[in-house]
C-alpha cells in the first residue's frame, strides 16, 4: 500500500473514532460507513477489523435485536486471535457478552481488559454496563468506574452520559444536571441526554420555586375626572392606578421599635385624601364668582276657577235674559 493509501485508510479510522465516541445511533452507522471504507482499501487492517468489531457490538448493545445481534455475532466470530488481542477487540467481544446477557463471561473479558490497559477509558465504562445491566444494580461500583473513566477520556460521551444516568437514578440532580450538560456540549445531537435535561430542569423547578420578594402593595384606582371630561391639557383623563407599599411587620431585631400599624384604617384615611385632592375646588379666585348650578324653575300652581259673582241685594237668585221686542 503506497503512503498515500495508507493517509486515507487512517483518516477513515480517525474520522470513526470521532463519531463512534459521540455515542449516537446516527454517528455509529457513519462510523461503520467510514469503516467498511476503509477495508475496501485494506480487508487485513486488524485496526479496521477491530474498529468494525466495536462499533457493530455497540449498536447491538444500543438497539437489541436479532439483526444487530447477528451482525456483532459474526464479526466476533470471524475474528483472528490477534484482532481479539486489541483493546477494541475485547471491548467490543464484552459487549456482544452483555448483549447475550452473559455477565460472567463479560465481566472476565472487562476485567483482564482493565488490567492489561490500565489507562484504556472505555474499558472502564465497558465494567461499568456490566454493574449496572445485571440483576442487582451496583451503584457506587459503577459510578466509582465511570469517574475514572471520565478522569482518563474527559471526551468520551459514552462515559459522561453514563455517568449522568446514575447520578439521575439516584436522585443526585444537581451533578447529573451538570454531567447533562457537558454530554450535550460534546454531542449536541445525543437526544436522550437533552431529553433527561429537560426533566431534570422541570424537577428542580417544583422542588425550589422562586421565592417572593419581601414588601407587598396594594393596587387601587385614583379618583379623577369623569371618563370623557376633558382636561385643561386637553386629554382625557381617566383613573390612574396607584401602588400603596405595605412593608411587613417582622420581630424586630434590631433596636428600633415595632408599630403595629391598622391597614384597613391607613388605607381608609389615604382614600379620603386622595378624593378630597381630586375634588374640584369651590371657587375659582377673589374675582371669579360662585359656580352655582341652576336652581330648577318653579311651577306656578293653576289657579282653580272662581264662582259667578252675585247681584247685591238679591242673594241666590239669577237675572233672568231680557226679552227680544
Do not use: C
Amino acid at each position: 500500500m503506497s503512503e498515500e493509501d495508507q493517509r486515507i485508510l487512517n483518516e477513515h479510522l480517525l474520522l470513526a473514532q470521532e463519531l463512534f465516541r459521540l455515542d449516537t445511533k446516527k454517528n455509529d452507522l457513519e462510523a461503520l460507513a467510514e469503516i467498511r471504507s476503509a477495508l475496501k482499501m485494506d480487508k487485513r487492517s486488524v485496526a479496521a477489523q477491530s474498529w468494525n468489531l466495536l462499533i457493530s457490538s455497540q449498536l447491538a448493545l444500543r438497539n437489541p435485536g436479532f439483526i444487530s445481534l447477528s451482525r456483532a455475532r459474526v464479526l466476533l466470530k470471524k475474528a483472528d486471535p490477534e484482532l481479539i488481542k486489541t483493546a477494541e477487540g475485547r471491548s467490543g467481544r464484552a459487549l456482544v457478552y452483555l448483549s447475550e446477557k452473559n455477565y460472567s463471561g463479560a465481566r472476565v473479558v472487562a476485567e483482564n481488559l482493565v488490567s492489561e490497559n490500565p489507562n484504556y477509558g472505555l474499558g472502564y465504562w465497558v465494567l461499568a454496563q456490566i454493574e449496572t445491566g445485571g440483576a442487582v444494580i451496583k451503584y457506587e461500583e459503577a459510578e466509582g468506574l465511570l469517574q475514572k473513566a471520565v478522569a482518563l477520556d474527559p471526551n468520551l460521551v459514552q462515559a459522561r452520559f453514563a455517568l449522568a444516568e446514575i447520578n439521575f437514578q439516584q436522585k443526585k440532580y444537581e451533578p447529573a444536571l451538570a454531567q447533562f450538560q457537558e454530554t450535550l456540549k460534546l454531542s449536541p445531537e445525543h437526544s436522550e441526554a437533552a431529553a433527561r435535561l429537560k426533566e431534570i430542569q422541570a424537577l428542580l423547578a417544583r422542588a425550589n420555586p422562586p421565592e417572593e420578594k419581601p414588601g407587598g402593595g396594594v393596587l387601587i384606582a385614583k379618583p379623577g375626572p369623569v371618563p370623557g371630561a376633558t382636561s385643561q391639557m386637553g386629554t382625557t383623563a381617566g383613573p390612574q392606578p396607584m401602588l400603596i407599599p405595605i412593608s411587613p411587620v417582622t420581630g424586630a431585631t434590631t433596636g428600633a421599635p415595632s408599630v403595629q400599624v391598622d391597614l384597613d384604617q391607613e388605607l381608609q384615611k389615604m382614600l379620603l385624601q386622595i378624593i378630597a385632592e381630586t375634588r374640584p375646588p369651590l371657587s375659582r379666585g377673589k374675582n371669579s364668582a360662585p359656580i352655582t348650578s341652576p336652581s330648577p324653575t318653579p311651577v306656578q300652581p293653576t289657579p282653580a276657577p272662581l264662582p259667578p259673582e252675585e247681584t247685591p241685594g238679591q242673594p241666590g237668585t239669577t237675572r233672568p235674559p231680557e226679552e227680544a221686542p
